[in-house]
């Protein structure tokens, strides 16, 4: 399998414009998770869905971020409009319900610069 | 709330043992987990301890965990530089949980 694909690896992007993360799950993984890593606080979760369907968003900063999950297959992450505080790794995840050990599959992240 | 912590660096020399300890609020947890980011990369699981168990070993790998004391513990033994990576404790309430809450990660060194 080729794992969880995320993109774009790198985005260097002006305050005041959107940006939007994509994320491919692996193929039968019906949990799907946002992360956000950064220095100051770790890794903070943001955001998950069972089954296309958003369980719990309380992690999401404020307005600005909306996360969708059109298809069992994609996912986007949107910041609208970008503030220097969004700069950050953003990280996708995912994994199958009736998992043994509950394993969470990352991407390889997506570093967000905001200037 | 459930809450994860762990001191942020740890420097061992190549060949030494290096423990890396973090403390959990949650009493309720059944699973506890070392995910390893290596850089650049995104986070893979290490290793993994239920709540019934008091250690758990792999290969260079040793996992404590103390319930009362809500601390986990990973020690590798004889440490690469290979090793240098930032380590995750995390935490799962139990399995019909869907969150997993990670520790801010220790930062592993090896010195020559």
């Known amino acids: 399998d080729a794992g969880v694909i995320q993109s774009p690896r790198h985005e260097v992007t002006e305050m005041g414009q959107e940006v939007t993360l994509r994320c491919k799950p692996i193929?039968?993984?019906?949990?799907l998770f946002w992360y956000r890593q950064t220095m100051m606080r770790g890794l903070e979760l943001l955001i998950y869905?069972?089954?296309?369907?958003?369980?719990?968003d309380s992690g999401m900063p404020e307005d600005r971020f909306s996360a969708k999950m059109p298809n069992a297959s994609f996912s986007t992450l949107k910041i609208q409009p970008s503030e220097p505080r969004d700069s950050a790794v953003y990280f996708c995840?995912?994994?199958?319900?009736?998992?043994?050990?509950?394993?969470?599959?990352f991407g390889e992240g997506s570093r967000l610069t905001v200037l | 709330g459930e809450d994860v912590e762990q001191s942020l660096f740890l420097s061992v020399r190549e060949g030494d043992s290096s423990v890396i300890n973090c403390t959990y609020t949650d009493s309720s947890s059944t699973y506890l987990y070392w995910y390893k980011q290596e850089p650049g990369a995104g986070l893979q699981l290490l290793t993994y301890i239920f709540s019934n168990m008091d250690m758990k070993q792999d290969q260079r790998l040793t996992v404590l965990l103390n319930k009362k004391d809500k601390h986990l513990s990973l020690r590798i033994a004889d440490t690469q530089t290979g090793d240098s990576a930032i380590y995750f404790c995390?935490?799962?309430?139990?399995?019909?949980?869907?969150?997993?809450?990670f520790g801010s990660g220790t930062r592993l060194s090896i010195r020559p």
């Open positions: 995840a995912s994994r199958k319900s009736g998992s043994n050990t509950g394993e969470l599959f």
């Open positions: 995390a935490e799962r309430e139990d399995s019909s949980a869907s969150k997993i809450i």
């Open positions: 869905f069972n089954n296309n369907v958003p369980i719990d």
């Open positions: 193929s039968g993984h019906d949990y």
